[in-house]
């Protein structure tokens, strides 16, 4: 009971503090030369993408522990697949300057990261299409059985 409570609080202090960076944002100005507000909700939106991603690994891990001892052996499978897909990912990306660019010299390293979850999201959408695919072929299989 008293985990939930904690739980409950805290969800409603982000909820706040979000709701606090808001309206600061508004009020200050979001389209201002210097573009802080702008800076200050991103880096929260990222820290509460970390929040939730960090959260639910954690929580995952320890309900698929303590439901089965051995779920630690897949999940460890699962998370050398990611780590083999994102350097795939890595080693195709080519991390070259666009063509049309005229701005400001970007390093290179940045371009490489660019290109990297390009790639990803360019796996990710194969996969989902994939999955679609195979998912329908199998329950039309599945029902004219």
């Known amino acids: 009971m008293k985990l939930n409570k904690i ?11 979000s709701f606090v960076l808001l309206v600061v944002g508004f009020v ?7 573009g802080k ?6 880096y929260w939106a ?4 970390g929040l939730a991603a960090a959260s639910w690994i954690i929580i995952g891990l320890i309900t698929s522990i303590k439901n089965d001892p051995k779920s630690i052996v897949k999940i460890g499978i699962i998370l050398v697949g ?4 994102c350097g795939i990912a890595y080693l195709l990306a080519p991390g070259a300057e666009p063509m049309a660019y005229t ?4 390093a290179k390293g940045t371009l490489k990261l660019t290109d990297t979850i390009l790639n990803l999201t360019y796996f990710a959408g194969a996969a989902a299409i994939i999955a679609i ?3 329908e072929v199998k329950m039309s299989i599945s029902n004219k059985k």
Not at 28 to 34: A, L, R, S, V, Y
Not at 46 to 49: G, P, R
Not at 82 to 85: D, Q, T
């Open 82 to 85: 990611l780590v083999v897909v």
């Open 28 to 34: 200050k100005g979001f389209e201002t030369g210097d």
């Open 37 to 42: 507000m702008t800076d200050v909700l991103l």
């Open 7 to 17: 739980f409950k609080w805290g969800m409603v202090a982000l909820i706040v503090i």
């Open 103 to 106: 701005g400001e010299a970007v």
């Open 133 to 135: 695919i195979v998912g």
């Open 46 to 49: 990222y820290i509460m993408i």
